[in-house]
């Protein structure tokens, strides 16, 4: 029976010991998109602004990351700023960058800035559009959540809240009622 016991919390040891590792990192890999996701319109903004008024790409992002404080966004431009200065192309630098991240909202963006890059087309102008449509996206999700909190909160509302009105404004009624019953 013992030997059984021991089998049973060792079993359940080593699931929790393979379960837990991958939804820790899964965690860490969201809460590092949501992070980009937040950083990235800001920082396009910054570029557009730059870049518009007659700066290159990389002075420009240069003196971007350094004014920036560090979060996830800043530390991958950061290194792939490093690799562009150490003789990297700046396209296989930025590719490498969305791969690296998958972030889709980021990948997006840098494969507008190498397509625009290749075809010569204004990267200020693709900056400026596609930080337009992040803040929309930014804006549509916050309403999107914003519309689902009247639901999400109906459940605690049902459970903890409803009980304790009904206590409130019944009690006393229920009271005097047994008061009565009881003489």
């Given at each position: 029976?013992l ?22 990192l899964?965690?860490?890999?969201r809460r ?7 950083a ?13 008024a007659g700066?290159?790409?990389l002075?420009?992002?240069?003196d ?11 530390e ?6 490093r690799?562009?200065q ?8 930025l ?8 972030q889709?909202?980021l990948?997006?963006v840098?494969?507008?800035?190498v397509?625009a ?6 990267i ?11 803040r929309?996206?930014?804006f549509?999700?916050a309403?999107?959540?914003a ?21 409130i ?8 009622g047994?008061?009565?019953?009881v003489?």
């Open positions: 029976v030997y059984g016991r021991f089998a049973g919390v060792g079993l359940l040891l080593m699931i929790l010991l393979i379960l837990y590792p991958r939804s820790w899964r965690g860490v890999v590092r998109h949501l992070e980009i996701q937040k990235l319109p800001n920082v396009l903004d910054l570029l557009t602004l730059s870049i518009e700066k290159d790409f002075t420009s992002l240069r971007i990351l350094a004014r920036r404080r560090k979060d996830a966004l800043t991958e431009l950061e290194r792939t700023f690799e562009i150490l003789g990297k192309q700046r396209r296989t630098a590719r490498e960058l969305a791969q690296r991240v998958q889709p909202d990948s997006t840098i494969n507008s800035v397509q890059d290749e075809l010569g087309v204004s200020g102008q693709i900056l400026r559009i596609q930080g337009d449509q992040l929309q996206k930014r549509n999700r309403e999107k959540l519309n689902e909190a009247p639901v999400k909160i109906l459940f605690p509302l049902a459970i903890f809240i409803l009980p304790a009105v009904i206590i404004l019944l009690g006393p009624v229920l009271l005097k047994f008061n009565i019953l003489k």
